[in-house]
């Protein structure tokens, strides 16, 4: 990828439907005039190996035509044996631009993967302590040598146009293909009753295909009347797509987690046990207009009207489609003042809209997720130093229908009535000192249910949120030592306790992991050795009635060469 954007407020009104508090925009690598050529290795634990290539420029001097090519492939393990992480992506591009004000870029990006699966392991042994006060080894492995894998092969493709009609006004249009297979072989996990050291298995096989195209068309005007300056930006956008998934079970003998004996061979699939066939379209119309008033006032409004059809059905039958349809309008809005001093204080409200797909383990049909949300904060940027910017918001988010993990089922979602995040943002990023570069952020969130159909639920935290995380990494310059080749980096990422879903009747304890980096760079030439969990710091991610323990030690050793 070039970059990821987090793109906020009012302003995501224009990337259709999206939950109110922003939405993140991947941007792969484009074509560009200038030469790129770069090749970078890696090695690393678990069997890391990697190498990847980033070539482009001109198709010949002064040409209309450019062109880029992103490739890798990756032959690695993971620190659950023998899980692999291997992977094959190639990402072809090439820009057409006959003049300053016409562009065509075409994209494409394909990729085969294969991932491992380890079902998560039961609280009994991981959070609490198991029989004889025994703890589950760190990752244990509970399917079987050969048979738990993820096989998946994506295919994107893309076109943008643009076209500047004059100095106002400007046209542009996307236009993506997408299509998606996985062949997911897993075993499922649960606790025996009656021996409380082991667990009964299942092994499934899943497939499932998802194809689909997405448009977006968009006309940008500009104009200035006195002293307000209007970037108005009106499109509409559709997407269609259609899924299929198929389930099948196998029979499993059960695995002591304590003393595994691996090696047993999965039954033979048994009937069907869950199809099912499901096709959407989705179709929107947007409408944002950005106001500049005077020097200091800047106001950003969007309205979207979105529809949406749901249909589905069981798979590999003829039975009628269950069909549900839903439409919404929703509107954002945002404010900034550009005091002097470098000091922006803004307010933002922002409202949602999500239909969602898929149903719950009993077959229910999920309702769309809708959402509101109130911000006001301020951004600090002062002149002449270094590009140092410092923000602060407060945030008040509720949200209805909002999936969570099914505490007894991993694989499936269930829905909440509504939740409430009352909470507070701080970042600070850019050149601290001449050597020094730091990026921090702290988030507070106090999410809650307020409305359930169970109601003991109601005041309850949500699962698996915590109260505090936090983030730094400073990147410092060895110059003043005499070694101007020479950065080095470190940093902390904090996760605060949380509920762990069963009722809230246990906490999941909070960590923090250190982070390094030691980086050479001299002319063309750039070594890297990263280090993830220095301290290799034993931690638990929960989900209801299941864990898993966090990545342990890492360590990637990385050289590129550009020219």
């Not at 200038?34 to 980033?54: C, F, L, M, N, W």
């Not at 301020?378 to 099914?406: H, M």
């Not at 950065?487 to 009722?503: A, K, Q, V």
Request: charged residues 20%; proline residues 6%; aromatic residues 10%.
């Amino acid at each position: 990828l070039e970059r990821v954007e987090l793109v906020k407020g009012a302003a995501s009104v224009l990337y259709g439907m999206s939950a109110p508090g922003g939405v993140l925009a991947t941007v792969s690598k484009r074509p560009t005039a200038d030469a790129v050529r770069e090749v970078v290795t890696e090695v690393g634990t678990y069997g890391h190996k990697q190498i990847g290539v980033d070539l482009g420029g001109a198709v010949a001097p002064g040409s209309d035509w450019t062109w880029r090519l992103t490739a890798l492939a990756r032959d690695s393990d993971t620190p659950v044996r023998p899980l692999q992480d291997d992977n094959v992506y190639i990402a072809p591009a090439l820009r057409w631009q006959p003049s300053a004000a016409t562009s065509l870029t075409l994209l494409m990006q394909h990729q085969k993967r294969r991932l491992g699966y380890s079902y998560p392991l039961p609280q009994v042994g991981t959070l609490l302590l198991g029989p004889g006060g025994q703890r589950i080894a760190r990752f244990r492995f509970v399917g079987e040598p050969g048979y738990d894998r993820q096989d998946v092969e994506q295919t994107n493709l893309t076109a943008l146009f643009e076209h500047q009609v004059n100095e106002q006004a400007t046209l542009r249009q996307g236009l993506r293909f997408f299509d998606s297979e996985a062949d997911i072989f897993f075993t499922n996990a649960t606790p025996d009753a009656a021996v409380p050291t082991r667990v009964q298995r299942r092994a499934i096989d899943e497939f499932e295909r998802v194809r689909g195209f997405s448009s977006d068309t968009s006309w940008q005007q500009r104009w200035r009347s006195g002293d307000v300056q209007h970037t108005l930006i009106a499109g509409v956008d559709y997407t269609r797509y259609r899924s299929e998934s198929e389930w099948y079970a196998r029979s499993q003998t059960p695995l002591d987690l304590y003393q595994p004996q691996y090696g047993a061979v999965p039954g033979a699939p048994a009937p069907l046990a869950f199809s099912s066939t499901s096709q959407r379209w989705q179709a929107g119309l947007y409408v944002q207009d950005q106001i500049k008033l005077g020097e200091r006032w800047v106001a950003l409004a969007g309205l979207r009207h979105d529809w949406s059809d749901y249909r589905s059905r069981p798979f590999f039958t003829a039975a009628p489609w269950s069909v549900e349809r839903t439409d919404a309008f929703t509107g954002r809005v945002g404010v900034v003042y550009l005091a002097p001093g470098g000091w922006a204080p803004f307010a933002g409200y922002s409202q949602s809209f999500q239909p969602q797909g898929g149903t719950d383990a009993q077959g229910g049909r999920f309702k769309p997720t809708e959402g509101e949300q109130f911000e006001v904060g301020v951004r600090w940027q002062p002149q002449g130093e270094g590009g140092l910017l410092l923000s602060a918001a407060v945030y008040d988010l509720r949200q209805d229908n909002v999936l969570t993990t099914d505490p007894v089922n991993p694989q499936f979602s269930v829905q909440t009535g509504q939740a409430r995040s009352r909470g507070a943002e701080l970042e600070v990023r850019g050149q601290a000192t001449r050597h020094l570069e730091v990026v921090g952020a702290y988030g507070y969130t106090d999410r809650r249910i307020t409305r359930s159909n169970r109601p003991e639920e109601v005041g309850r935290r949500a699962a698996e949120v915590p109260y505090h995380q936090a983030s730094v990494w400073g990147n410092y310059r060895l110059a003043a030592w005499g070694l101007p080749a020479w950065t080095l980096g470190t940093g902390l990422r904090y996760t605060g306790d949380m509920e762990d879903g069963t009722s809230n009747a246990y906490r999941v304890p909070g960590y923090g992991v250190i982070d390094a980096m030691l980086a050479w760079q001299q002319g063309p030439w750039r070594v890297a050795l990263n280090v993830r969990n220095l301290l290799d710091k034993e931690f638990l991610v929960c989900s209801g009635a299941n864990c898993l323990n966090g990545s342990p030690r890492t360590a990637t050793l990385s050289a590129s060469y550009r020219w």
